[in-house]
C-alpha cells in the first residue's frame, strides 16, 4: 500500500506541475496567481518550488497515520490528523519523493520534448534532408542514414589541437568506415596514372625519401631523422595545407604502411575529402625475422626515382623550415 501511495503522489505531483506550468488551459490560472502577488508569480516559475508545495498539499490529502494514538504520549495535533511523532519520518519522505520524483519526471519530459523540437526545426547533416522520425542522432545532429553520417564524419574539418599534440605528434585518429581506401602499390600506381590531378605524398624521413622514391612522389614527412632518433615533424598538417587543397585526390605512403596510416588519419581529420593509404608503403612489410609479409612499391618493381626533385623535395616544401632537419 505504501509504495502504490508513493507512486500515485509521484504521479500527481507532475502531472499537476506540469499541467499549471504549461498547460494551454493553465494559462488563466497561471495570470490570475501571478497576478494575485509575487510569491505565487516566483512559485509559478520555479519547477522546484511548485513541485514541493503541490507534493505537500497533495500528501496532507492522502496522508493516514493508521494504527491507534489516542494513548501514544508523543501525539501531534496536525488539522484533523492525530499524527504519532514515529509517522513524521514516513510523512517527510512522501513529500521528498512525491517532490523531487516529480521534478525529474518534468525535466526528463521538457528534455524530450525540447530535442523533438530541435529535431523537427534541423536537416540531415549531411544531405540537408528535412528531418524525419527515422532520423539517426549522433552528436547534437540528425542524420538521414549511416552514410551522410559517416561521410560527414570524413570530411568534418577538425581544430589543430585535435590533430597535433604539444610536441608536434601527429594525435591518432578514430577511423570511421568508409574513411578512406587503402591501395596496394600496383593500384596507387594505376590511380596515378588515371588521374592527373592525384599526387602520392611520401610520408618517410627526408633521407629514406633521397634513398628512393616512387617516380613523381612528394616529400613531406611525418618524422624527422635526427642523431638521436626519429622526431615528430610538427609542421606536417602546415606543409600540406599550403600546397594540396582538400579537394585534391592525395595518395599517402610511407616506408611499410604504419606513419602513413597515421598522416591519413590527420588529413581526413583535417577536412581532405579524397586520401588513400598504400599498404606496403616502399619497402614493403617484414616479420621480425625479416621474412616479406607484403610487398611494397620498390620490390615489386615499380618505377623508383632518387636524390631531391626539384619543387617536390621538402626542402622546396617547407623553405625556412628545412634548415631544421638533417
Not at 513529500?95 to 528534455?111: C, E, H, K, P, Q
Not at 598522416?263 to 616479406?292: C, M, P
Amino acid at each position: 500500500m505504501t509504495v502504490i501511495l508513493i507512486v500515485l503522489v509521484v504521479s500527481v505531483t507532475a502531472a499537476l506541475t506540469r499541467w499549471i506550468r504549461q498547460s494551454p488551459r493553465g494559462a488563466p490560472l497561471r495570470q490570475r496567481l501571478s497576478d494575485t502577488s509575487p510569491l505565487a508569480a516566483k512559485m509559478l516559475s520555479c519547477g522546484h518550488c511548485l513541485s514541493f508545495w503541490i507534493a505537500l498539499g497533495f500528501t496532507l490529502l492522502v496522508w493516514s497515520p493508521g494504527g491507534e494514538v489516542a494513548d501514544a504520549p508523543d501525539v501531534i495535533q496536525l488539522g484533523a490528523h492525530e499524527i504519532r511523532g514515529q509517522w513524521l519520518l514516513e510523512f517527510g519522505l512522501f513529500v521528498l519523493l512525491g517532490w523531487r520524483g516529480a521534478y525529474f519526471i518534468n525535466r526528463s519530459l521538457d528534455r524530450r520534448q525540447a530535442q523533438q523540437e530541435r529535431d523537427r526545426a534541423s536537416t540531415c547533416g549531411g544531405c540537408g534532408a528535412p528531418h524525419q522520425e527515422e532520423f539517426l542522432s549522433r552528436g547534437g545532429l540528425s542524420f538521414c542514414s549511416t552514410t551522410c553520417w559517416f561521410d560527414f564524419l570524413r570530411q568534418r574539418p577538425m581544430p589543430r589541437e585535435q590533430l597535433v599534440n604539444g610536441k608536434g605528434e601527429l594525435i591518432p585518429q578514430e577511423i570511421y568506415p568508409m574513411s578512406y581506401k587503402d591501395l596496394t602499390p600496383i593500384e596507387a600506381k594505376e590511380l596515378l596514372q588515371g588521374d592527373e590531378n592525384c599526387v602520392y605524398v611520401d610520408v618517410r624521413s627526408i633521407p629514406e625519401f633521397q634513398n628512393g622514391h616512387p617516380v613523381g612522389s612528394w616529400n613531406v614527412p611525418v618524422m624527422h631523422r635526427e642523431a638521436l632518433g626519429m622526431v615528430p615533424n610538427p609542421d606536417f598538417l602546415t606543409v600540406m595545407q599550403v600546397h594540396f587543397d582538400l579537394e585534391r585526390p592525395l595518395i599517402i605512403g610511407c616506408q611499410s604502411g604504419q606513419r602513413s596510416v597515421e598522416a591519413t588519419q590527420a588529413l581526413i581529420a583535417a577536412g581532405y575529402k579524397d586520401v588513400s593509404n598504400v599498404r606496403g608503403g616502399f619497402g614493403g612489410v617484414r616479420d621480425a625475422s625479416g621474412a616479406e609479409l607484403e610487398k611494397g612499391w620498390f620490390s615489386l618493381g615499380l618505377p623508383v626515382d632518387y636524390g631531391e626533385p626539384e619543387g617536390r623535395s621538402y626542402s622546396a616544401l617547407a623553405g625556412g623550415r628545412q634548415g631544421q632537419t638533417t
